[in-house]
């Protein structure tokens, strides 16, 4: 079966970095584009960026140059680079899938991971 885990989450401070990373399994990986979302308590899920199957990046305006999406076929991995970290960007960041095309609806996603917790501290 389809599994996506997400790992790298963690405490930082204001203006930190961090590198939150996707492991795929069970799909062809190559053929899916991945997304990251967002969400805090009481929220809805939040469109962070994408990547499309063919390496075409999309982003939020609220991350746009703050944060990278990047894939690593070989690997079978997708990642999130998050710089210049704010407390607004405190949530649970959740990894996603879809054949191809990205899209910034969380309904037209297969596959979700579990999640990890970014924590920014002021």
């Known amino acids: 079966q389809v599994q996506l885990v997400e790992s790298g989450g963690g405490l930082v401070q204001g203006g930190g970095s961090l590198r939150l990373s996707c492991a795929a399994s069970g799909l062809t990986f190559s053929a899916y584009a991945m997304a990251w979302f967002r969400q805090t308590p009481g929220r809805d899920r939040e469109f962070v960026a994408a990547i499309n199957w063919s390496g075409r990046p999309n982003y939020s305006d609220s991350v746009k140059g703050r944060f990278t999406i990047s894939r690593d076929n070989a690997k079978n991995a997708a990642y999130l680079q998050v710089s210049g970290l704010k407390p607004d960007d405190t949530a649970v960041y959740y990894c996603?899938?879809?054949?191809?095309?990205?899209?910034?609806?969380?309904?037209?996603?297969?596959?979700w991971g579990q999640g990890t917790q970014v924590t920014v501290s002021s």
């Open positions: 996603a899938a879809r054949l191809r095309i990205a899209t910034y609806q969380p309904h037209d996603y297969s596959y």
